[in-house]
């Protein structure tokens, strides 16, 4: 008895261990239609590796992160990201970063980074930042949200796929960098999402997602189409 309850006690700690080891990777990109065929493929999961033997220094290199960005926009923000789209070396590494500029009151508006958790470290300036959490398995409960003010060296954590903002309260430019876990993140920008998307999302939708009046959903929609215009 001794000897099969032995048995059975290693099937199961085995079988829990492939269980726990048998997924897939992460995505990196926002999706991956298959094809049956290798030669009808025009983009992977990643990208296709460059031959080792004509891999050079000048493929782990990028400069250009001690440039300001132009934050003439509407947000009084910008983003100069270094992923893989940037930084070939990144490839299959699962890191990247970017720098982040902010106009006296601008703001780097609610998004998500689908695929990583950035870690942001704030080197000049005074900002407001904070994400949301998910929705809770109680509907009696509400989305909690976590915010701190930062100072220049003060890191703050977002974690993947949550809903996220930095807001420059002082009246002087700010400037942060961030770590992501992904050589390509993504960034879902929430707003831009809503109510630019190409085509439209059905306005009735939106009023009644939001419970305002649908006049309201056609105005911000004029908004965000007019910004392409």
Known sequence: ??????LCTSFLVLSWALVAYASDPSQLQDFCVAVPDAQSAVFVNGKFCKNPNM???????FKGLNKVGNTSN?????????????????NT??????????????INPPHTHPRATEAFLLVEGTLYVGFVTSNPADPNQRNKLFTKYLNPGDV?????????FQFNVG???????????S???????IANAVFGSDPKINPDVLARAFQVEKNIIDYLQAQFWSNYN
Do not use: C, W
């Open 1 to 6: 008895m001794k000897m099969e309850f032995g």
């Open 55 to 61: 891999v050079v220094a000048e493929d782990f290199l």
């Open 74 to 90: 509407a947000v009084g923000s910008v983003v100069t990201p270094v992923n893989v789209n940037q930084l070939a070396g990144l």
């Open 93 to 106: 590494l699962g890191v990247s970063m970017a720098r982040l500029d902010f106009a006296p009151y601008g």
């Open 156 to 164: 703050f954590v977002f974690p993947q796929g949550l809903i996220h």
């Open 171 to 181: 009246k002087t430019k700010a400037v942060a960098f961030a770590s992501f876990g």
């Open 183 to 189: 050589q390509n993140p993504g960034t879902i920008t």
